[in-house]
């Protein structure tokens, strides 16, 4: 139980290549997902009503019934949902996502997990073909972000990179690396004419150590007062933008 608890660390979670993932909806989408599962923590109301819990039991997944007490040391949740599964992480090298077609999607850095993980959530939706997570900002499998995607963390290709990695990778795969930006050129006027990554900047401190690798930024006009978008609304849209019209559409 010990052991479980502490993959809410992100050193655990980076030493031992695991991580841990709460409720029924995220069991239900690694199942659907074909992620593996390494074992179940399950309170016995909560296997009792979570038929999936049972039938992963019955065809090998090692499944433990816990006390209410002790699913709530392991979950990081105010109010536990009683079931908590472990699973390895899973990271792809930048070559193979840069492989695949669609943009790929580039946190450069980003530190807020609700960012990150609506970003992942967005990534599913468009197509993208990965998600590559700046070193020094949230990881992946953190489990706030992985809530937070609603599941795409289990389909998406996933990779850490530091800038002059990216930037390298990046020019061998012919990609040209697109930063957003406040003082960007519109994002209207970009053509979408050769494969792209978009490199969405930190929350305050915006593309850093990452601009210096971008061929070009682009900003999204806004109409009214505010200052400037979130980091995932920011994403999201430049996202749909380049699915929509990029090469081959």
């Known amino acids: 139980m010990k052991s479980v608890a502490a993959l809410q660390s992100g050193k655990e979670r980076r030493e031992r290549k695991r991580f841990a993932f709460e409720g029924p909806t995220l069991l239900e989408e690694a199942h659907a997902s074909a992620f593996p599962i390494e074992e179940i923590y399950v309170t016995q109301a909560a296997y009792d009503q979570t038929p999936l819990v049972r039938e992963l039991e019955r065809t090998g997944t090692p499944t433990f019934l816990v006390e209410p007490a002790s699913a709530a040391q392991i979950s990081d949740l105010a109010t536990p949902t009683g079931i908590v599964a472990v699973a390895p992480v899973r990271f792809s090298s930048l070559e193979e996502i840069f492989s695949h077609g669609g943009p790929a999607v580039v946190l450069a850095d980003v530190g807020d997990p609700a960012n990150a993980g609506s970003l992942l959530r967005s990534a599913d939706a468009f197509g993208a073909a990965g998600v590559i997570c700046g070193s020094l900002g949230v990881e992946p499998f953190h489990p706030k972000v992985v809530r937070g995607s609603m599941?795409?963390?289990?389909?998406?290709?996933?990779?850490?990179?530091?800038?002059?990695?990216?930037?390298?990778?990046?020019?061998?795969?012919?990609?040209?690396?697109?930063?957003?930006?406040?003082?960007?050129?519109?994002?209207?006027?970009?053509?979408?004419?050769?494969?792209?990554?978009?490199?969405?900047?930190?929350?305050?401190?915006?593309?850093g150590r990452w601009e210096a690798s971008c061929a070009r930024l682009l900003g999204i006009p806004m109409a009214g007062p505010a200052e400037s978008l979130s980091a995932a609304v920011a994403g999201s849209i430049a996202l749909y933008e380049a699915t929509r019209r990029g090469p081959g559409r």
């Open 151 to 207: 599941g795409a963390v289990f389909r998406l290709r996933l990779a850490i990179a530091e800038p002059a990695a990216l930037a390298e990778a990046a020019v061998a795969a012919g990609v040209r690396l697109l930063g957003l930006a406040a003082k960007g050129e519109p994002l209207e006027g970009e053509r979408w004419e050769h494969p792209a990554a978009l490199v969405v900047g930190h929350e305050r401190h915006g593309l």
